[in-house]
């Protein structure tokens, strides 16, 4: 398994700059894209769908305000606009907005609403739509991406060929590292140029690039989650979702983290909060259980050791497996769902692991999947495709008894 040659074109929401080096390779560094005028520079991004709203996050260039419109199919609508702080939204890079009170299941349209500090500008942003989730619907329908590390070309194609859904789970990778702090707002907030959440709110699990580089510790500020955290739990329809944080693919004492990172606790943690979650009966008698994490917990070939001392490292994540393994036997998982590898691969279930293990490709245009999952009574279905509509692998799961 060769991923040291993937990174191809690094890019953000415009390509251009000095050349960087990463990896060994020369690349071009990403700029920021002006996406509607001077004041606003980033597409609003709609995240961290839930039943009862969303999260909105888009960047700026100077102080300004920010609130968000919305409207519903059902002729409701209102105005979202203040923090927990009492605050009016604000900040001179990034503003963030979230939105409840809205109906699960509801079809909506929000536009973000941006006025400079001195009061001299205003930007309405276009409106755009999106469906809050509905645990009690009896169908869902979402996509998958992974490992799309700043690849301009990759970005686009899997922004043109994906579908609607009820959400776009990114499922880790979204960059090749954050040695350079003007490469986060491109990278996640326009990836590739693209508006990627319009009719797909978008949620993001962590993969292990997405904590390199020192500036790693700013993707929060930019990146909604439900809860709040890196780990969290959801259902759409028939199924339940639980999104995992693998960390890193080398142990946290690897001299190459600097000391940076401290994910055993995180995995300590996630694997305390997974007995509890999976207790709720949302979650306990839910007919389809999907999780997802960057790093596999299975793989087609695992070795003992992964000589770190030598440049080795994880193909899949032992450390996590070893500390969520009975949670999620115990729980019944039907399905995990990875990428890291940049190799497709499908490893059925059998008796040691109960749970299947589904990985997408990789980055570069030819190694590129995405994925469509759909449930309803019968089956929870997952086809994987790649950018010229090719099918990778097909799996149908029946819904738990």
């Known amino acids: 398994m060769k991923r040291r040659g993937f990174l191809?074109?690094?890019?953000?929401?415009?390509?251009?700059?000095?050349?960087?080096v990463v990896h060994g390779q020369e690349k071009a560094a990403p700029v920021l894209a002006e996406a509607a005028g001077p004041l606003v520079k980033t597409p609003a991004v709609i995240m961290a769908p839930q039943a009862d709203g969303v999260e909105v996050v888009w960047a700026v260039s100077k102080l300004a305000r920010g609130h968000v419109e919305w409207k519903g199919e059902d002729g409701s609508s209102g105005s979202a606009g203040a923090d927990r702080f009492g605050f009016v939204p604000q900040g001179d890079e990034i503003l963030r907005v979230k939105v409840t009170g809205l109906k699960p299941g509801g079809s909506y349209q929000l536009?973000?609403?941006?006025?400079?500090?001195?009061?001299?500008?205003?930007?309405?942003g276009p409106?755009?739509?999106?469906?809050?989730?509905?645990?009690?619907?009896?169908?869902?329908?979402?996509?998958?991406?992974?490992?799309?590390?700043?690849?301009?070309?990759?970005i686009k194609r899997l922004h043109e060929v994906t579908p609607g859904g009820d959400f776009l789970l990114w499922n880790g990778d979204t960059c090749n590292d954050w040695h350079q702090e003007d490469w986060l707002i491109p990278t996640l907030l326009h990836p590739g140029g693209q508006d990627v959440s319009q009719n797909r709110p978008l949620l993001l699990v962590w993969g292990n690039h997405d904590v390199r580089g020192k500036w790693a510790y700013r993707v929060p500020e930019m990146v909604a989650t439900p809860d709040g955290r890196p780990f969290y739990a959801f259902r759409s329809g028939p199924v339940a979702v639980i999104c995992l944080h693998t960390g890193e693919d080398k142990p946290d004492n690897h001299p190459s983290f600097g000391g940076r990172v401290a994910f055993e606790p995180l995995r300590r943690e996630q694997a305390e909060w997974l007995?509890?979650?999976?207790?709720?009966?949302?979650?306990?008698?839910?007919?389809?259980?999907?999780?997802?994490?960057?790093i596999p917990l299975r793989w087609t070939k695992e070795v003992a050791d992964a000589g770190y001392e030598k440049g080795g490292y994880d193909a899949f994540s032992r450390s996590s497996r070893e500390a969520w393994h009975d949670a999620l036997v115990a729980w019944k998982a039907q399905i995990l769902i990875s990428g890291h590898t940049h190799s497709p691969a499908w490893i059925e279930a059998n008796e040691q692991f109960p749970y299947a293990q589904l990985v997408g490709g990789g980055p570069k245009p030819d190694r590129a999947t995405w994925i469509e999952g759909k449930a309803d009574?019968?089956?929870?279905?997952?086809?994987?495709?790649?950018?010229?509509?090719?099918?990778?692998?097909?799996?149908?799961?029946?819904p738990m008894a």
């Open 275 to 294: 007995k509890q979650v999976t207790a709720l009966p949302e979650f306990r008698d839910a007919p389809y259980r999907v999780v997802f994490c960057h």
């Open 8 to 20: 191809g074109k690094v890019a953000g929401g415009a390509v251009a700059g000095a050349a960087v």
């Open 127 to 154: 409106w755009k739509k999106f469906r809050t989730l509905d645990p009690a619907a009896k169908d869902t329908r979402f996509v998958i991406w992974n490992d799309t590390h700043q690849n301009d070309e990759t």
């Open 377 to 398: 009574a019968s089956a929870l279905s997952f086809v994987m495709k790649d950018l010229e509509g090719k099918v990778i692998h097909e799996i149908s799961l029946k």
């Open 111 to 124: 536009r973000s609403v941006t006025d400079s500090s001195d009061g001299k500008d205003r930007i309405e």
